[in-house]
């Protein structure tokens, strides 16, 4: 008996070798490292943030690796010239999106850009996105819009009795404003009166937003790598959540679609060029195209965008800030290249940004260290096609190593280094797939263009206007939060202090 017992175990041992090692050879599928990842190993090994784990296994294993979260392929593609061979030859193979149960947080149906599966609905929101929303961030009124945040910022950090900022909850507060006025045509308020009279917080739409980010980047759908644990029974936890949280962006869109209906004129073509609010430009839209303007695509649009970009922005301004006190030249540089343009009788204004160069390059270098996604969206394949010369399945999961890419010492000197000054002889920082923050192809970030515009601008005018300290050394750590999503693990916290020859002029805010 124990003579039968240790040939099966040979039989489990040599299958195993044969399964791993010899038929992607015939098959000619991309390399698979006899550690290959199961679902288990996913939960041991990922200690570290999942980016540089998956860079330390593709810099000993090679830049195309076929692995195995469970039941699922997944190809990883960790290098520039990868990259650039799957979005030239693939793109449209891999526009896809897999079935992640986060993903029905912004709608049952996918009725979201980020998550609807490449199609007639996808074209659709890909197309209303470009041209019936994002539109709106150029518009003067828009502009304007974030104009008046960022001023009603700088006031309240130059008469705040604290002067110790946290970075990352003004960032988030003030990128979901920005968002919420683009949408609603108006401010966002955190206060509401309940009917005794009392006033008490009201967050619901924000908290929304963050919470579906945070599911969205930090819970591991387990039963879409091992559906036995879906039939088990043993998902149910994540799925209430995911289905609560629907329900409550559900509502709360559906409460502010109802209040603006009945003010909606028929829709025409003078509609779309003079309309400021997002959300009655849609609606506006839906009695002309009741079909593709459902109120479920409309809700699915919102909170698709607002989810996206609330939190990634203000990562970014927040590992921005955090590297510039960390290189005070960096810093100096910045704040003399915007004195000898702007000057000090006021305000950095939004056609000054092209202008301002060195500040774009240290928006570039930023993103370039700490890409806010740094395996991108995940894609999937809807047949099979080749990548590097290798087979690849229908059905596999597709994660780009960003990070891996635009940390890479084969094309970057010093890649981790802060050194916005490289940016300054590069005309053309993505030729060849080299950076690639927001993604390449038809699923990129189509918020790219506002999140820059954004960025840039609140960056601008904090640097024009306030010196910083760090409260204490240890808050300047760069340590980063695990999980998808590359954010800082402590939020930043400085000591503000206005710029002497800014006094006046934020005096006047």
Same mark, same amino acid.
Request: glycine share 6%; aromatic share 10%; net charge positive.
């Given at each position: 008996m124990e003579a039968l017992h240790f040939?099966?175990?040979?039989?489990?041992?040599?299958?195993?070798?044969?399964?791993?090692y010899v038929i992607p050879k015939i098959r000619? *599928?991309?390399?698979?490292? =006899?550690?290959?990842? $199961?679902? @288990?190993?996913?939960?041991?090994i990922f200690k570290q943030p999942m980016h540089k784990t998956l860079a330390h296994i593709s810099n000993r294993h090679g830049p195309i690796l076929l692995l195995r979260f469970g039941f699922r392929r997944v190809l990883l593609i960790s290098s520039s010239?990868?990259?650039?061979?799957?979005?030239?030859?693939?793109?449209?193979v891999f526009a896809n999106r897999p079935k992640l149960l986060p993903g029905k947080i912004f709608g049952c149906n996918y009725s979201t850009l980020a998550w609807a599966p490449h199609g007639a609905l996808w074209r659709h929101l890909r197309r209303a996105s470009f041209i019936d929303v994002l539109k709106f961030h150029r518009l003067h009124d828009q502009q304007d819009s974030l104009a008046d945040e960022v001023k009603? *910022?700088?006031?309240?950090? =130059?008469?705040?009795? $604290?002067? @110790?900022?946290?970075?990352?909850?003004?960032?988030?507060?003030?990128v979901f404003k920005v968002m919420v006025r683009m949408f609603a045509g108006k401010r966002y308020s955190q206060k509401k009166i309940t009917a005794e009279g009392e006033t008490t917080e009201s967050n619901s739409l924000k908290e929304y937003v963050m919470e579906s980010f945070r599911i969205t980047t930090g819970e591991t759908d387990t039963g879409y790598f091992m559906p036995i644990l879906k039939a088990l029974g043993l998902m149910n936890a994540l799925e209430e959540r995911c289905k609560k949280l629907q329900e409550k962006g559900d509502s709360l869109l559906s409460r502010l679609i109802e209040e603006l209906r009945p003010s909606i004129a028929e829709f025409s073509n003078?509609?779309?060029?003079?309309e400021e609010k997002v959300l009655n430009f849609l609606l506006a839209r839906q009695k002309d195209d009741p079909?593709?303007?459902?109120?479920?695509?409309?809700?699915?649009?919102?909170l698709g965008l607002m989810t996206a970009g609330t939190t990634t922005s203000a990562g970014t301004m927040?590992?921005?800030?955090?590297?510039?006190?960390?290189?005070?030249?960096?810093?100096?540089?910045?704040?003399?290249?915007?004195?000898?343009?702007?000057?000090?009788?006021?305000?950095?204004k939004l056609e000054d940004l092209e202008h301002l160069p060195y500040l774009r390059c240290i928006v570039k270098e930023t993103m370039r260290l700490y890409p806010v996604a740094p395996l991108l969206v995940p894609h999937e394949s809807s047949k099979k096609c080749k990548v590097g010369g290798y087979n690849v399945p229908k059905g596999t999961m597709l994660m780009v190593n960003v990070w891996a890419i635009q940390n890479d010492p084969n094309i970057w000197k010093q890649p981790t280094e802060f050194i916005p000054e490289r940016f300054e002889k590069i005309v053309d920082e993505r030729d060849g797939f080299k950076l690639m923050p927001f993604g390449y192809g038809m699923r990129s970030c189509p918020g790219k263009h506002m999140a820059l515009r954004v960025i840039h601008y609140v960056l601008g005018s904090l640097i024009q206007c306030f010196d910083w300290e760090p409260v204490s050394q240890e808050m300047i750590n760069l340590t980063e939060q695990t999980g998808i999503a590359l954010l800082k693990e402590d939020p930043l916290k400085l000591v503000c202090r206005p710029r002497p020859t800014m006094k006046n002029l934020l005096s006047q805010t």
């Amino acid at each position: 008996m124990e003579a039968l017992h240790f040939y099966i175990l040979l039989l489990g041992i040599a299958w195993s070798i044969f399964n791993k090692y010899v038929i992607p050879k015939i098959r000619n *599928l991309p390399p698979t490292p =006899f550690s290959a990842l $199961t679902i @288990i190993g996913y939960r041991i090994i990922f200690k570290q943030p999942m980016h540089k784990t998956l860079a330390h296994i593709s810099n000993r294993h090679g830049p195309i690796l076929l692995l195995r979260f469970g039941f699922r392929r997944v190809l990883l593609i960790s290098s520039s010239s990868a990259a650039e061979d799957l979005f030239s030859n693939n793109d449209r193979v891999f526009a896809n999106r897999p079935k992640l149960l986060p993903g029905k947080i912004f709608g049952c149906n996918y009725s979201t850009l980020a998550w609807a599966p490449h199609g007639a609905l996808w074209r659709h929101l890909r197309r209303a996105s470009f041209i019936d929303v994002l539109k709106f961030h150029r518009l003067h009124d828009q502009q304007d819009s974030l104009a008046d945040e960022v001023k009603v *910022l700088l006031h309240e950090l =130059f008469h705040s009795e $604290t002067k @110790i900022v946290d970075f990352k909850s003004i960032f988030q507060d003030l990128v979901f404003k920005v968002m919420v006025r683009m949408f609603a045509g108006k401010r966002y308020s955190q206060k509401k009166i309940t009917a005794e009279g009392e006033t008490t917080e009201s967050n619901s739409l924000k908290e929304y937003v963050m919470e579906s980010f945070r599911i969205t980047t930090g819970e591991t759908d387990t039963g879409y790598f091992m559906p036995i644990l879906k039939a088990l029974g043993l998902m149910n936890a994540l799925e209430e959540r995911c289905k609560k949280l629907q329900e409550k962006g559900d509502s709360l869109l559906s409460r502010l679609i109802e209040e603006l209906r009945p003010s909606i004129a028929e829709f025409s073509n003078q509609t779309c060029e003079t309309e400021e609010k997002v959300l009655n430009f849609l609606l506006a839209r839906q009695k002309d195209d009741p079909k593709n303007y459902r109120d479920d695509i409309i809700k699915g649009l919102m909170l698709g965008l607002m989810t996206a970009g609330t939190t990634t922005s203000a990562g970014t301004m927040e590992w921005a800030i955090s590297l510039l006190i960390k290189h005070p030249e960096v810093l100096q540089k910045a704040q003399t290249e915007i004195d000898n343009y702007v000057g000090n009788n006021r305000f950095l204004k939004l056609e000054d940004l092209e202008h301002l160069p060195y500040l774009r390059c240290i928006v570039k270098e930023t993103m370039r260290l700490y890409p806010v996604a740094p395996l991108l969206v995940p894609h999937e394949s809807s047949k099979k096609c080749k990548v590097g010369g290798y087979n690849v399945p229908k059905g596999t999961m597709l994660m780009v190593n960003v990070w891996a890419i635009q940390n890479d010492p084969n094309i970057w000197k010093q890649p981790t280094e802060f050194i916005p000054e490289r940016f300054e002889k590069i005309v053309d920082e993505r030729d060849g797939f080299k950076l690639m923050p927001f993604g390449y192809g038809m699923r990129s970030c189509p918020g790219k263009h506002m999140a820059l515009r954004v960025i840039h601008y609140v960056l601008g005018s904090l640097i024009q206007c306030f010196d910083w300290e760090p409260v204490s050394q240890e808050m300047i750590n760069l340590t980063e939060q695990t999980g998808i999503a590359l954010l800082k693990e402590d939020p930043l916290k400085l000591v503000c202090r206005p710029r002497p020859t800014m006094k006046n002029l934020l005096s006047q805010t």
